[in-house]
Nanobody, 121 residues
Framework: QVELMESGGNSVRPGGSLRLSCRAS????????IGWFRQAPGKEREGVSC????????YYTDSVKGRFTISRDDRKNTIYLHMNSLKLEDTAVYYC??????????????WGQGTQVTVFS
């Protein structure tokens, strides 16, 4: 059974930083591409970032390039999303998810309960 547990969400000012964590359990974590998508109130789900299982290749949506960094620690079955220079428009619930293929930001397979990120002025 796939279990993904996100943590690290918080409320910050614009320009602030957060680190989200996602602990995976119950499946062969290292075999999957894995990443983050977000959903803001009244908006569609948006793929944010993904990291491949084989080579650790990373993918980002254009709006977060240069500000967010994804990483994975396979010894701990954990992935991270380092978010810098946060903007108001980054406010959303962030979900950790396995992916069929990182290049497709609609290829999410399973996800956790999400963690709230709020950027307020």
């Amino acid at each position: 059974q796939v279990e993904l547990m996100e943590s690290g969400g918080n409320s910050v000012r614009p320009g602030g930083s957060l680190r989200l964590s996602c602990r995976a359990s119950g499946f062969a974590y290292s075999y999957y591409d894995i990443g983050w998508f977000r959903q803001a109130p009244g908006k569609e789900r948006e793929g944010v970032s993904c990291i491949t299982n084989l080579h650790g290749d990373t993918y980002y949506t254009d709006s977060v390039k240069g500000r967010f960094t994804i990483s994975r620690d396979d010894r701990k079955n954990t992935i991270y999303l380092h978010m810098n220079s946060l903007k108001l428009e980054d406010t959303a619930v962030y979900y950790c998810a396995t992916s069929r293929e990182c290049r497709d930001f609609d290829a999410w397979l399973s996800w956790g309960q999400g963690t709230q990120v709020t950027v307020f002025s």
